[in-house]
Every structure is written in C-alpha cells, then in structure tokens.
C-alpha cells in the first residue's frame, strides 16, 4: 500500500474514533440567540456545567467571548464558516489547562490586543491528549500554543496571525496532518525545545513573513509530503535536532530552502526534496550525520547543496543551473559523495589537509554526464580531456590542457599541489570558480578562457610563484582573477571583462608583476589591489561601475589607461609608491584619489575630463605631484583637502577645469610651484583655510574667477605668481589672520589686481597691479594691520590703491602708483594709516584721495602731475601730511583740498613742497616765510611750506612705455608658455 493511501486510512480512523466519542457522550447545545432548544446562550456557562466527557455544540453564530476550559470536553461547531468564537482584541480566545479536549468545526478570531504586536493566543493549550480538526485560528497573537502531549493537528488552517500560525513547547508524539498555516507574520510552524515524536505529514507552510518551519532541539521529527514555499525566511530551519525530511518541496523562499544547524551527532535524513528557487541555498547543513539523498536542487540564487561538518553522505541528487556552486564542502571531512548529477554546476571544494584528503568523490558523479576525478597524491600525469571536473590533492607534475568542448564545461581545483600546468583550455566555465589553486606553488595558467562562472574566473589562495598569462576571464558572477596571499605572482596580458564584481582583485599578495592586462566593463573596479611592492603598468581599466584601478600598498604604477570609469579612475591608499605616466579620464569622479596616502612620487599623469577632479588628495602628506595635466575637469583640476600637508603640487598643467585649477582646502605647509593654472571657470588656484602654504612661480591667467582666491588663512607666502587677464581678481585674499604675504603680477584683469577683504596682519609687495578694470589694489571692510610695500599699479581704471570701509594700522609705503583713471590712492573710512614714500603720478583724478578717515599720516610721498588734487581730504580729520612734494598737480591751481581744518599739514617744523607756491623765504631756512592755502570750506593751510623738494625715497620713476608694454610682454611671455606646456 502506498504512503498516501495508508495516510489517508489513518485520518479516516481518527474521525471515526471522534465520531463514536462523541455519539456516546452527554450533549450541551449553544446558541448565541438564544434558541428555545438551546441549553446555554454563551460558551463559558456551557463549559462550567460540563462534566467530563461532555460534547458542547455550538450552533451557527459569533460568540464574542474569552473562555477558560478546565475540564475534558468536546467543542463541536457547525463548520468553521458558521461557527465563529470572537475574542475582540482582549487576550487569549480559549484557554485550556485539562487534558482530552477535542475542538471541532470552529473558527476562532482576534485574540491580539490593539496596537501591542503578538499579544493573546487563539488557543492556548497545555493539556494532553488535545485534538482540534477542521477548524481556522485566523488574526491571533499566536494562533495554536501548545506546550501538551499526544496531541493532534488535522485538518486544520492557521492564517494571518501575528506571530506562528503554531506553536510547540515541550510537546511530545505530536500529529500533524493535513493542515495549513499560511500568512504568518512569523513563522508557519515553530517548534521549541523538548518537543519529541512529531509526526508532520501533507501540510502547507507557505507564504509566512518568517520561515515555513523553525524547529529547535527537536528529536524524531518527521516531515513528509509537506509544502514549505514563498515564505520570508527558510523553507524549515532546525538547530539541534534530529530530523527526517522525505517527499517535501522547498521553493521561492527569501533565504534558504533547508537549513540544518546540528553541532551534534544528531542523525539527519533529507530525501526526496525539491529545493528550488530559493534566495540563497536549496539544502544548508552545518552538522555531521546527515544523508542527503535522491533530492532535486535547481535554480537557487546561491548554490544548490551548501554543507560544513562531517560524516555526510551526499548520492544520487540532482543539482543544477544554481546561481552559486552546485555542492559545497566548507572545511567537510570524512564525507562520501557519490553518484550526484550536476548540470551547469560543479563541486566546490575548500578547507585544510585534514579535511580534503579524508573526503571521497568517485567518478559515479558527473558534470554535464562527464566523470568528476579526484587525484590524491600523484604525479606526472597528463589529465585526459573527456572528464568534467579535475580535483587535485597533494599532487605534483600534472598537466591539464586541452579542454574545448563547447557544450560540456569544466572546471580545476589544486590543493597542496606543485608544477601543475593548466593550459590551452577553452571550457573552464561553470557554477563555481572556472580554475582555483589553493595552498601550492609553482602552478601556470596559461591561454585558458574561465567564463561564466558562478564565482571567480581564477581563484588562487595561499599560493605562490604561480604564472598566470593570457588568459580570458569574463561573465563571471564575482571577479575575473582573484588572488588571496599569492606572492611572487605574474599577472600578464590577461582579459577581465564584464566580471559583476573585479576585473582582477589581488589581497596580500606581494612582489606581484601586474603587466598588459585589459580589466574593462567590470560592475566594480577593474583591478583592486591590497597589496606592496607590485609593479602594475601598462594595463587598460576602462568602463567599470566604479573605480578603475584601486592599489592599497607601495607599488611602482606605470603606463596604465584608466578612463570612463563610473567613479575614479585610480584610487590609492599607499606609501613610497610611483605613479607615472598613466591617464585616468572621463571618469564619473575624479582621475585619481589619493586618500591617507604619503611620500608618493606622482609624475607626467594626465587626468582630464573628469566629473569631479583631476587628482583629489585627501588626509595625505609629504605627496611629490609634478608635471600632472589635469585639465577640462568638471570641478577641479587638483583639490588638496582635510589636513593634507607638505605636499609638492609643482609644473602641473591645471586648465579648463569647471572650477578651479588647483583648491587647498584645510591644508597645511603645501608648496605650489610654477604651475600652469589658467583658463578655469572659477578661480586658477583657491586656496581655503589653510596654513603655512607656499604659492611660488605660478601662472594664474585669463580664469573666469580670480587667479589665485585666498581665504580664510594664515601664514602663507605667495610669491611671483603671474595672474592677469582674470575675469575677477588677480589675487583675492579674505579673512586671512596671521602673517600671510602677497608678491606677484596681477595686471589685466576684469576686477582689482589685488583685492584683500577682512584681512588681519597681511602684506603686499612687490606686485605689478597694471591696466586692471577696477583698482591695483583694494583693501577693503574691516581690514587691519595691511602693508602695502613696493607695488607698481599703472593705468587701473580706477584707482592704483583703493582702502574702503574700515581698513585701519594700515602701511603704503614706496609704491609706484601711475596713470590709473581715478586717483593714485583712494581712501574710505580708514583710520591710522600711513603712507609714505610712495610715487603718485599722472592719475587722472586726485593723487591721494581721502574721505571720512581720521588718525592717519601722509608723509614723504612723491605727488605729481594728477588732473585734480594732489591731496584732496575729505571730511576727514586728525591727519598729519608733511614732507610731500606736489607737484604740478590740479592744472597748476591750489594742488590740496580739505573740507575742514581738522587735519595738520605739517610736523610742527616742516609742511610739504608746493610747485606753486609763489611766497618768499628772506631767512633762507629752506620754509616759505607764508602759508600755502589750502583749497576747501575749512581755511586749512601749510603753515611751513618748503622751497625745495624733499629727497622722500619715493620709487624711481618707470620708464613711459612701463604702463603699457609692461602687461602685453607678460601676455606674450605666459602666452607662449601657455601654449608650449598645455596638454590636453
């Protein structure tokens, strides 16, 4: 007789046995309505006048009731879709503590108590000899808790409860028959603890949030012809148990289908199964003692069969086109694998000597109906070509070529092996790793292609002075070529493509040769390498999701082509490494990345046309960056940021970028020098909260921002920098505090020369300010304690020197201030200024212009030919000019205004020299015997004027031709440069 039929037998005899019970006992009836022939309206009064024994049969209705059943009865509905027991949210619906009650027919609802997730249970049972069938636990808390012994489930639903549909504790030589628990919030069935004999047959667990079945330390349970589908987590999951599953199916749940957890010698039976379509595993055993057989596992999203532990026997199964490997070893030993079928899958071997060797896989398994062999310590043999899997233990001389089946692919696994030569092989490809060394040496691989396989094309563990050449590695499911501690390695001329996670991934494998390689189209990067003292160059990693080349430890990087990558071309994390001569373009991020990398050498790169940077230099120092071409980025040409320091950023070509050429930004003692920094749409060099940079000999010119933009900094020196023809500024600096220094050519520009804002202990000198649009130089708003020494500001359209809105302590000393549209120095509500000994000449307004400024000093200035006055005051007070030489100023009419008498115009011995005073000197003490009248309301004079120019130590005059040719040699000379040194 057939299982089915004997199964069905039994449910027959069981009714049976109900039915005559019943037939024999005392009868209460129930009616919610009240029913004249009813002895009770509720179900509570029914039970308390019951004795044991007693069948109470409720009539159709919903009995909106909790009830607590202390004797042995029967509940007998009229059809779990007329007889409805109702709890309404407040605690457990039926409570019951006595042995031998049977509930019947019924359907019981709602148990859990709103807004407080898994509380009351439909029934809660801790009686013996219970027994409920043909009834529906629906929107409990739990539906069935039991925690009784020879109990019985049949016939039965279990739907949408908040927690298990079933719940077993210490339960002992229970039944389960033909019963649904399906939509559970957790799992379908869980089973605790202390629950032994269970006996679970034709069942569904399907479609629960949680897992279809969990089960701890369980002994003697069967499951038979059971569904476990499309639930959350696993089909069943049992920890510590011993089990027999037969006959079940396992499919579509979101992790695996069977999982096994046994740390013991618990005997585990799996036959039969179907375990297909699964997120993860279609079997999972952590244990020993298991058979697994005659089972069907396809189409996983991992492997079909994944096991660790011991003493398995694994036969007669069928594996097949699972994402992972067909069966897994994990470190297993003393396991028997025999006779298994694998299509489009292999055996994925792993773990130490004591494990593999004591391992037997016979040649009864096949891959795609050819013989999988397992060599253990042999040698010299030549492995024919009609087998579908090669497994090597211990083995020394093999050669392995010649592969080329198109429809039956292979697969190789070397273990503790020697002089192994795996070559011209054109079919490594499959559910695992198309080739994988593991704890040898010496091994080649060579002109093999490894495509399509669940895990790596070439895998090499723990193994060295191995030779890995011309090989093709693609559609991999994880990376082309993976190495894991293989040092002394070759990697040459080998094509990774389209691989979903590397082209080529080397981790702690050292003095590494990584040469001519093609790793493009990879869903990650195209090499990533953990490892020091490798040479990579020449290689192409080109198209990847991420990054193209990322290296982790010091290397010599040369000749390699990384462009349009999703993210960075190159990303390093290194010491004492050399980066030369490589391309990293178009990338989604920047050309190269270098994060916590320090005294690198990185010469002659070009990283252009990037979304972000050309190079970005990150928490990095003491970083030698010469003769780079980062030009056309979409942000920066070179940002150096968050606490980079002492880095050398020195003849690098930074143009056409987006934004800026070169950005410091909280960097500290960075040295930029003679780098080309022009043509950017924002600024040719910025540098932004930092300290201690030196700017030297760079060429910031026709930039959309400034030339070179400072802010928020302290102590840096920019020297000789050449910024002209800028949209903005030559040099702007603001908010700087302590020490900085300003020297350069700043001619040209559509802005001020130099322009400084917020500036605190800031010196400017020995600028060219030329044929700028607005000023020479401006110091504006709230700067302090400025020196401004030794400047050339020639033809400005508005003035050579402007100070606006409350500079103060403020120095213009020795300034060749000439031809510029407004006047020669402007001043705005300043206070302790001092100017002195500059030359002040031919501006087309005033020669010093003063307004609303106090407590400063004019002294010593060479003041001449301006079209209106030399000094004009205005509304200003508490200033002291003396010692000036004003000459032919304001059309040779009175060369001074105030507009009041506020200020001195003399040191209480000597006033200025007049080029128009007309009055005497009888005693010849060099000081005209009257006043010189000062133009304005206030009746201000020069009490001392002096007959003869002062010797002031004003600049000496610059030739004529200096306001013009001086800006147009500079354009020709950075022009020329420009074009000669710009890459592209």
């Known amino acids: 007789m057939g299982r089915t039929a004997a199964l069905g037998l039994m449910m027959v005899f069981v009714v049976m046995v109900l039915i005559g019970c019943t037939a024999e006992a005392d009868t209460i009836i129930v009616d919610d309505d009240g029913g004249s022939w009813a002895d009770y309206d509720n179900i509570q009064d029914a039970v308390n006048n019951s004795t044991n024994g007693t069948v109470v049969r409720l009539f159709n209705g919903t009995y909106k009731e909790l009830i607590d059943v202390n004797v042995s009865i029967s509940l007998v509905g009229n059809g779990s879709g007329n007889t409805v027991i109702n709890g309404e949210y407040r605690d457990d619906v039926i409570d019951i503590a006595s042995d031998n009650v049977t509930i019947d027919k019924i359907m019981i609802i709602n148990s859990r108590r709103p807004f407080i997730y898994g509380t009351g249970r439909g029934l809660d049972v801790s009686g013996s000899n219970f027994i409920i069938t043909d009834s529906v636990l629906y929107n409990n808390g739990f539906g069935l808790y039991l925690a009784g012994e020879n109990c019985s489930i049949i016939n039965s639903s ?103 957890y046994n740390r013991g010698d618990s005997l585990t039976i799996l036959a039969n199964n179907t375990c297909k379509f699964n997120s993860k595993d279609g079997i999972s055993s952590v244990s020993s003692l298991s058979h697994i057989f005659n089972n069907t596992c396809w189409e996983n999203e991992q492997h079909g069969i994944d096991l660790q532990g011991s003493n398995y026997s694994v036969y ?21 694998i025999s006779g298994n079928v694998f299509i489009d899958d292999v055996i994925w071997l792993n773990g130490w000597t004591s494990s593999i ?333 930092s300290e201690g940079n030196e700017v030297w000999d760079n060429i910031c010119n026709s930039n959309i921002g400034n030339g070179i933009y400072v802010k928020k900094e302290r102590k840096n020196r920019l020297k000789n920098n050449t910024c002209n023809f800028n949209q903005e500024a030559g040099i702007s600096v603001s908010q700087t505090t302590s020490g900085s220094i300003i020297e350069g050519n700043c001619s040209g ?131 002291t000019i003396h010692n000036n030489n004003l000459e032919d100023n304001n059309g040779g009419a009175v060369q001074a205004n105030s507009t009041n008498d506020e200020n001195t115009w003399h040191n209480g011995t000597h006033g200025n020299y007049w080029s128009d005073y007309s009055g005497s000197d009888d005693n010849d003490d060099g000081i005209g015997d009257t006043p010189y009248l000062i133009d304005g309301v206030g009746n201000a004079t020069d009490p001392y004027p002096l007959m003869d120019p002062v010797d002031n130590g004003a600049p000496e005059t610059v030739p004529e031709f200096g306001k013009i040719l001086i800006p147009i040699s500079c354009f020709i000379i950075v022009y020329a440069v420009f074009r000669k040194r710009l890459i592209v």
């Open 357 to 689: 060797e004591t391992n037997t896989i016979d040649e009864w398994n096949t891959v795609q109906n050819r013989p999988v062999v397992f060599y253990k310590n042999e040698s010299d043999i030549t492995v024919p070509t009609d087998v579908g899997q090669v497994l090597l233990y211990n083995c020394t001389r093999f050669v392995i070529v010649g592969f080329h089946s198109v429809d039956a692919p292979s697969s190789v696994s070397v273990f503790y092996s020697d002089d192994i030569t795996i070559m011209n092989n054109t079919r490594f490809s499959n559910g695992s790793t198309g080739i994988y060394v593991r704890l040898s040496s010496n091994v080649t691989v060579y002109n093999n292609s490894c495509n399509n396989n669940s895990r790596d094309g070439i895998h090499v563990w723990h193994s060295e002075n191995l030779s890995l050449r011309r090989n093709i590695c693609e559609n991999n499911t994880e990376n082309g070529i993976h190495i894991y501690y293989g040092d002394d390695t070759e990697v040459i001329d080998n094509d990774c493509y389209f691989n979903q996670v590397n082209g080529l991934y080397l981790r702690n494998a050292d003095r590494c040769i990584i040469d001519s390689n093609r790793c493009n189209f990879n869903s990650e990067m195209g090499m990533y390498i953990d490892d020091h003292d490798m040479t990579i160059a020449n290689n192409t990693c080109s198209f990847n999701i991420e990054t193209g080349l990322r290296f982790e430890g010091r290397s010599m990087i040369e000749n390699n082509t990384c462009n349009s990558n999703g993210e960075n071309g190159f990303i390093g994390n290194f010491d004492d490494s050399e980066i030369y001569n490589n391309i990293g373009n178009s990338n989604g991020e920047n050309g190269l990345y270098l994060a916590g990398a320090d005294s690198n050498e990185i010469d002659d790169n070009r990283f252009n046309n990037n979304s972000l940077n050309g190079i970005h230099i990150y928490v990095s120092e003491e970083n030698q960056i010469i003769n780079n071409t980062c030009n056309s980025n979409i942000v920066n040409g070179i940002l150096n940021t968050e606490d980079s320091e002492s880095n050398l950023i020195q003849e690098c070509k930074l143009s056409y970028n987006e934004l800026n050429g070169l950005l410091i930004e909280k960097g500290r003692r960075n040295h930029i020098k003679m780098n080309i920094c022009s043509k950017n749409s924002g600024s040719g060099i910025v540098i932004d909260n």
């Open 316 to 336: 007669d199964n069928s594996i097949g086109s699972n994402l992972g490997d067909g069966l897994v070893l994990e470190y297993c030993k003393w396991s028997n």
């Open 158 to 260: 279990f739907v949408d409860n908040d927690r298990s549909g079933i719940y077993l504790s210490g339960c002992f030589n229970t039944t389960i028959l033909n019963t649904t628990s399906i939509g559970n919030h957790e799992s379908g069935l869980a089973i605790r603890s202390g629950c032994n004999w269970l006996n679970i047959s034709m069942c569904n667990f399907s479609s629960n949030n949680g897992g279809g079945v969990n089960g701890s330390g369980v002994q003697n349970l069967t499951l038979d012809m059971s569904n476990c589908s499309d639930n959350g987590y696993e089909g069943i999951d049992l920890e510590g148990c011993e089990a027999d599953l037969k006959n079940n199916t396992f499919n579509s749940n979101q992790e695996n289908g069977i999982y096994i």
């Open 749 to 879: 520009n559509r802005y001020n020369g130099i322009r400084a804002v917020s500036a605190v202990n800031l010196v400017i000198k020995n600028n060219t300010c030329n044929d700028n649009k607005k000023d020479g130089i401006q110091a504006f708003h709230l700067c302090d304690n400025v020196n401004v020494l030794r400047n050339i500001c020639i033809g400005n359209h508005w003035n050579g020197i402007r100070l606006d809105w409350g500079p103060e302590d403020m120095e213009i000393r020795w300034n060749y201030l000439r031809s510029n549209k407004m006047h020669g120095i402007s001043q705005y509500m300043t206070e302790e200024i001092v100017t002195e000994h500059n030359t002040v000449l031919e501006n087309s307004m005033s020669g010093i212009y003063i307004l609303k400024s106090t407590k400063g000093e004019i002294s010593y200035n060479e003041i001449e030919g301006n079209e209106e006055y030399g000094i004009f005051l205005n509304q200003s007070d508490n200033l």
